[in-house]
């Protein structure tokens, strides 16, 4: 298994009579000759272990492995002979603990009907040290796997058991394959076999191991479930999840069942995450004229069609199984709904900014740029979002297009109120001016006429003194 991913540690290498495996391991590695494909490993605990407590345990592991995988790999010891085949008791009870449909519908199942989906079977001989041959010829492990496969004759029970056992590994792994594996090393060195390179192992051994991994790269299949559906990566987490929860409420995983399920657990993923990129999407490339905030409906009805396509393209990838395209035909409803709504929208915005722009008319920027212009504009402004609330059948969209309206004034108000400032200032200072002049004149012409008045006082003052009578 570690040689499988690429390792020499990972996987516990035990050398005590102690299980270290406990249930079952995965690892998860990419897959050494296919891109994007990813090479699930499961380990599980020993099968007989003599310290578990409920027998039923081995029964259900043997089970679950055998769901979840597309390639079994057994391990037995030595060599294959009947006492092998009783180990490997528990594919006799595959029947009784898999079922391929659902109970109203399961009686009856043929071999062939499990065939269809168990997985390849693999039968891996460690520390084999016996020779190849039968009758004085050289035969093939996969020939010495055959051979041991054959019903025998007797009518022990040992025996019976033995031919069941064959029978069944027949029936249900048509597809068979065997790897006979020398001794790595010696038995003194087994201890540290995980920390050995391999140079110190045996030669024949490494070869072996060469061949089984070659052949488990190139020719395990992809697991599927029925009519070729591939099993991803979120399939297999919610299979794992729906078998467990099977064998824990006491009941039998059914693969019917499992398929119906997956699919609905699949497709309404599927279903909310192609809505969400049609969202996104749609948000994105809607790009509103500045002015007006809306988008012309040729352009809005082309870009949906562009965003529904790579929806449908994603649901695709994703979708499991969506028999009548019933999932894909409620994505199609879910996005013309939000198709709809955009629709509506726009179609607010349009006549929301319709309104106001005929209320706003008369507003011009330049009219306002006088002292007492700030006024004046914000009378009229508020005349007119007081005009624009009181008319009915805007639509929800009304607010935000008047915020936006606001908004978009904000600038022109700023400078409106700048310039009111600085030409009332300004003209105040005129008057100011004009103020302090009209008094420096006034006061001008009455020092004139206090001198003037001098003047006249002073020569009738001088008449006078010189007997000239004077009237007034």
Avoid at 53 to 82: G, Q
Avoid at 445 to 456: D, H, N, P, S, T
Wanted: aromatic share 6%; hydrophobic share 35%.
């Amino acid at each position: 298994m570690n040689r499988l991913a690429g390792k020499t540690t990972g996987f516990s290498v035990c050398s005590t009579i102690q299980s270290e495996t406990k249930g079952i391991w995965m690892w998860c590695v990419p897959h050494p000759c296919r891109d994007d494909v990813t090479l699930v490993l499961l380990d599980t605990e020993g099968l007989g272990d003599v310290e578990k407590k409920d027998e039923k345990n081995d029964t259900w592991i043997f089970a679950l492995v055998i769901l979840l995988s597309s390639t079994l790999v057994y391990n037995s010891m030595r060599t294959i002979d009947h006492q092998a085949l009783r180990n490997l008791h528990y594919v006799t009870e595959l029947t009784n603990h898999i079922k391929v449909r659902s109970s109203e519908e399961g009686e009856g199942e043929a071999s062939a009907d499990y065939a269809q989906f168990l997985p390849s079977f693999v039968w891996t001989v460690r520390d084999f040290t016996l020779d190849l041959l039968f009758d004085g010829r050289r035969i093939t492990p996969d020939e010495y796997l055959e051979k041991s496969l054959k019903i025998q004759s007797g009518n022990s029970p040992k025996m019976a058991l033995s031919n069941t056992v064959s029978n069944c590994i027949q029936n249900f792994f048509p597809t068979r394959k065997c790897f006979v594996l020398n001794r790595p090393v010696s038995q003194s060195k087994l201890k540290v076999l995980d920390e050995l390179c391999d140079s110190h192992l045996d030669p024949g051994f490494v070869q072996q191991v060469t061949d089984f991994c070659s052949y488990i790269f190139n020719q395990s299949k992809l697991k599927t479930l029925s009519a070729g559906v591939i099993v991803t990566g979120s399939v297999l987490g919610n299979l794992a999840v729906m078998y467990v929860d099977a064998i824990r409420s006491g009941s039998v995983p059914c693969l019917e069942n499992a398929v119906a399920a997956l699919s609905k657990i699949e497709n309404s993923a599927a279903v909310k995450e192609s809505c969400a990129l049609y969202r996104r999407l749609l948000g994105e490339r809607v790009v509103p004229d500045p002015k007006t905030g809306a988008i012309g409906e040729k352009d809005l009805s082309g870009i949906h069609d562009v965003c529904l396509q790579e929806a449908l393209r994603l649901f695709k990838t994703n979708s499991f199984k969506d028999e009548d395209e019933r999932y894909q035909k409620d994505l199609i409803e879910q996005i013309k709904e939000v198709y709809r709504g955009k629709c509506s929208e726009n179609a607010e915005l349009s006549l929301c900014n319709s309104l106001l722009q005929r209320l706003s008319e008369k507003l011009g920027h330049a009219s306002y740029l006088r002292p007492g212009g700030y006024a004046d504009y914000r009378i009229q402004l508020d005349s007119i979002v007081q005009t624009y609330r009181a008319t009915p059948g805007k639509g929800v969209q009304a607010d935000q297009v008047l915020e936006a309206f606001l908004k978009d004034r904000e600038e022109n108000i700023r400078d409106i109120r700048r310039t009111d400032k600085v030409l009332t200032q300004r003209m105040h200072l005129l008057k100011e001016d004009k103020t302090r002049a009209d008094r420096q004149r006034y006061e001008a012409e009455a020092e004139a006429a206090q001198r003037e008045k001098k003047v006249m006082e002073r020569r009738l003052g001088e008449l006078r003194a010189h007997g000239v009578h004077t009237e007034h």
